[in-house]
Each structure stands twice: as structure tokens, then as C-alpha cells.
T-cell receptor, first 115, second 115 residues
Framework: DTGVSQDPRHKITKRGQNVTFRCDPI?????LYWYRQTLGQGPEFLTY????????KSRLLSDRFSAERPKGSFSTLEIQRTEQGDSAMYLC?????????????FGPGTRLTVT | AQTVTQSQPEMSVQEAETVTLSCTYD???????LFWYKQPPSRQMILVIR??????QNATENRFSVNFQKAAKSFSLKISDSQLGDAAMYFC????????????FGKGTLLTVNP
């Protein structure tokens, strides 16, 4: 069981730079989710894919954020012109359509620090 | 919009004792799922237990059980025979029963287990 993996685990960047994160879901999972978790808060939903289709985007996902899942496998989350407020843990999760409750399995997260 | 409230920012318990973590939620839906997730320090979030709203019977997973009070919109987690490895941040989460698969999380409760 390889689980959900995310890369990098930590990223420090200067304000105004672009960053890209990668998420590799569990291989047979067709659904993939991105969440953002700031200090002292629970994760907040950002966006969700079913296969390669992005089906929902949160209002938290400003125009500077873009997510893709080109072949229905791994996904990338890009943040352009980073701001200090973007500093957070970015979590990826995946789930299988075959399981009735669509349990989501989480990756270890990418911690972004914008200086 | 659904909201999830965890009123206990921190809780502590002695090893081998029992502790109950509280969660309330607000929704106008009748079909939904509730979850408790555990996030150990610097480790990924894992599912502890889940409850379908249509089930009257409270879910149980080994030492973990829930008290689901649908009318009161309450969903508490009881941990019996607490172990040092139970120390973590615990998040209560809500998921609609419809096609919207996103999880809505509470702010979390930090559980400390004292030896």
C-alpha cells in the first residue's frame, strides 16, 4: 500500500515567486482533493477532481491558484505570485468511487512558507 | 453552508483512562456522513471512525466509539483505554450525502495523553 504521496514536503519561497506542488494519489483512486490547512485551523477544501475533470473549486482558490490532473493520475497545484497569506500546509487526499462512503485518504502535506 | 464546531481546543487524559471529544455541526440536509480524523504531530491525517446519518446505531472501531445524536446535531468521540499513541490533533468532519464530496472540518482538538 503506497498511500498518497506529496512532493515537496517543505517549500520556502519569496513573495512574488511561483510554486508548484505535486500529489500522487493511491493508484486505483479516481477522485482527488486539495485542502489548505493554516496554523490552528482544520483543513479547508480548495478543489476536487474526478478523473481528469475538475468538478468544484472553492472561493478560497483565487485566480493565482490553478490545479490540474492531466491524465487522471497525479495532480499539480500551482500558486502564482505568492503572498505571505499563502503560507500554509497544502494537503492532498484521494478516494475511490467503488467504496460507498468515499473515504478520503490523506497525504503528508506540503508545508509552504512565503517570506 | 454546513459548519462544524469543536468547542474543546485542548484535552488531556491519563493513560488507560477514557476521554470524550465533542463536536457539533449545523446542516439542513438529512443525508450526510460524519467522520473523526486523527493527525499525529508531523504525520498525515488518518480516518478514525465514520458514521452515516441514516444509521441509528453508533459506530464503533475497537477502542473508539461515537455518540451520534442526530436531533441535537452532536457527534462526540469516545476513546477508551487511552494509549500514548492516541496523542494527536483530532478533527471532526462533515460530508454531504449528495454529489458534493468535500469534507468540512472543525478546528480540531489537541489531545494529550499523560503516562
Amino acid at each position: 500500500d503506497t498511500g498518497v504521496s506529496q512532493d515537496p514536503r517543505h517549500k520556502i519561497t519569496k513573495r512574488g515567486q511561483n510554486v508548484t506542488f505535486r500529489c500522487d494519489p493511491i493508484s486505483e483512486h479516481n477522485r482527488l482533493y486539495w485542502y489548505r490547512q493554516t496554523l490552528g485551523q482544520g483543513p479547508e477544501f480548495l478543489t476536487y477532481f474526478q478523473n481528469e475533470a475538475q468538478l468544484e473549486k472553492s472561493r478560497l482558490l483565487s485566480d493565482r491558484f490553478s490545479a490540474e490532473r492531466p491524465k487522471g493520475s497525479f495532480s499539480t497545484l500551482e500558486i502564482q505570485r505568492t503572498e505571505q497569506g499563502d503560507s500554509a500546509m497544502y494537503l492532498c487526499a484521494s478516494s475511490s468511487q467503488d467504496r460507498g462512503l468515499y473515504e478520503q485518504y490523506f497525504g503528508p502535506g506540503t508545508r509552504l512558507t512565503v517570506t | 453552508a454546513q459548519t462544524v464546531t469543536q468547542s474543546q481546543p485542548e484535552m488531556s487524559v491519563q493513560e488507560a483512562e477514557t476521554v470524550t471529544l465533542s463536536c457539533t455541526y449545523d446542516t439542513s440536509e438529512s443525508d450526510y456522513y460524519l467522520f473523526w480524523y486523527k493527525q499525529p504531530p508531523s504525520r498525515q491525517m488518518i480516518l478514525v471512525i465514520r458514521q452515516e446519518a441514516y444509521k441509528q446505531q453508533n459506530a464503533t472501531e475497537n477502542r473508539f466509539s461515537v455518540n451520534f445524536q442526530k436531533a441535537a446535531k452532536s457527534f462526540s468521540l469516545k476513546i477508551s483505554d487511552s494509549q500514548l499513541g492516541d496523542a494527536a490533533m483530532y478533527f471532526c468532519a462533515y460530508r454531504s450525502g449528495g454529489s458534493n464530496y468535500k469534507l468540512t472540518f472543525g478546528k480540531g482538538t489537541l489531545l494529550t495523553v499523560n503516562p
